[in-house]
């Protein structure tokens, strides 16, 4: 555990860094030609993404499932892997965290009544394309709808990957223009899909246009990329989220197999360039549904400077429901983190309600039992160890009547 390595690039030296595995030396067959340099680019890891059965050959042994699951579901929700996931995966374990994110899995060819194919109603909530607004404060601004990875999981399923929504270039400038003239927008985040799927160019002029604007306050940037193609991190793309900075990326890792020596440099220079980093974990039954699993998840990711800020409940989208746990599986875990790491390793446990409820947030109630007293009521609280202790709630009025005695 203890120790350090450096990764130097020819442009950029982060500094030494906690030693992860390093995507590139872990690289399966099919990649053992590439050399340093050509991994280290993000165009040739989105180039040479893996998208059919063959391509996974020489990478992993594919299940039964996995290869049906290919045939059946790949038209439905497109399947890309960059090199750097796919070196991260279990070449012989089908129930590898890494793997059940970005394979086909035959669950997603089961389809169920209470499933909705827009389970938030962004669709709904949308005043112009490109824009929900569903919190008075909060709009949720969509720049892309490509991803280098397509998670299993993905609840935006209906519309990332599908090249007829795109969003074009006037849907940019009509979202820009709705924010501008909306000064209750105070708070934006820029989505997708992943908005690092833009060029620096693009994103440079979204960002840009979204700090000259008066009454936002606050930029997040939700992005997989730091997990799925930490390549596409560069000094440029740095220098572009320094010059409007402070931005609050959020990413995503769900699982401590996806943290790499590559992630880790990538979250270094996004620190160093200003940035606030929080994570967004979804709950995905089989992947990260064990106490340990999160508990040494957020651990690796303090260390990285980056907060667990959510741990999301699947949601009600079509053809994910075998990720989904049970509310009560959340629950157990908050109370296992809570007291065994630091409270900046807890992160909120929130359902995000179908119908565009928006979200709300679970905690394991601690409250076992009350009785009255003179002073007020006494709870009975429990810890995280399961021991009892009481608290005397105090009722001031009756404080107040005692002291005029
Ligand atoms: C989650 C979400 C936000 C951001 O919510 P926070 O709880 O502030 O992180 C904003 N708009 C929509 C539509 C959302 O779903
Ligand atoms: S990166 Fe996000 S939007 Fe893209 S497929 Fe994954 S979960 Fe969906």
């Known amino acids: 555990m203890a120790g350090s390595t450096r990764v130097s690039t020819q442009r950029f030296d982060p500094g030494p860094l906690p030693s992860l595995p390093s995507s590139y030396e872990r690289r399966p067959r099919r990649f053992e030609h590439i050399d340093a340099q050509t991994w280290e680019s993000w165009h040739w890891q989105h180039q040479n993404r893996l998208r059919r059965p063959e391509h996974f050959e020489d990478v992993l042994e594919l299940s039964a499932g996995e290869r049906e699951a290919f045939q059946k579901s790949a038209q439905r929700f497109r399947v890309a892997v960059t090199p750097h996931y796919a070196a991260l995966m279990s070449g012989s374990n089908p129930g590898c965290g890494v793997r059940q994110q970005g394979l086909p899995q035959p669950g997603e060819l089961r389809n169920y009544d209470f499933e909705l194919e ?60 709705y924010i501008r003239t909306t000064p209750t927008a105070r708070d ?140 009560q599986t959340g629950l157990t875990i908050m109370k296992h983190l809570r007291g065994r790491i630091g409270g900046m390793g807890v992160p909120h446990f929130v359902v995000d309600l179908p119908g565009g409820g928006g979200k709300v947030e679970l905690v394991p109630d601690h409250i076992v039992s009350t009785r009255e007293s003179p002073w007020g009521q006494v709870v009975a609280f429990s810890n995280s160890e399961g021991e009892r202790f009481e608290f005397v709630d105090v009722d001031p009025t009756r404080l107040e009547r005692d002291d005029e005695r």
């Open 118 to 177: 827009d389970p938030l109603a962004e669709e709904a909530h949308m005043p112009v394309p490109g824009i929900t607004h569903r919190y008075p404060d909060r709009v949720l601004f969509y720049v892309s709808h490509h991803c280098p990875v397509y998670c299993r999981h993905c609840t935006r399923k209906r519309k990332v990957s599908d090249p007829t929504t795109a969003a074009a270039r006037d849907q940019l400038a009509q979202g820009l223009e």
């Open 188 to 327: 934006v985040v820029v989505s997708g899909g992943d908005p690092l799927t833009l060029s620096d160019e693009r994103l440079g002029e979204v960002l840009r246009a979204l700090r000259a604007i008066d009454h936002v306050e606050v930029i997040r940037l939700g992005t997989r990329n730091p997990v799925t193609l930490p390549q596409r991190i560069t000094p440029e793309l740095c220098e572009i989220l320094r010059e409007v900075r402070p931005v609050y990326v959020h990413t995503h890792f769900n699982h401590p197999d996806e943290l790499s020596q590559e992630s880790a440099r990538a979250l270094r220079m996004l620190l160093d360039a200003g940035c606030v980093l929080g994570n967004q974990m979804v709950l995905l039954r089989g992947v990260n549904d064990r106490p340990e699993t999160v508990m040494e998840l957020n651990r690796q990711l303090l260390r990285l400077g980056c907060r667990p800020y959510y741990m999301l409940q699947c949601d009600m989208a079509q053809g994910i429901s075998h990720f989904r746990t049970p509310l």
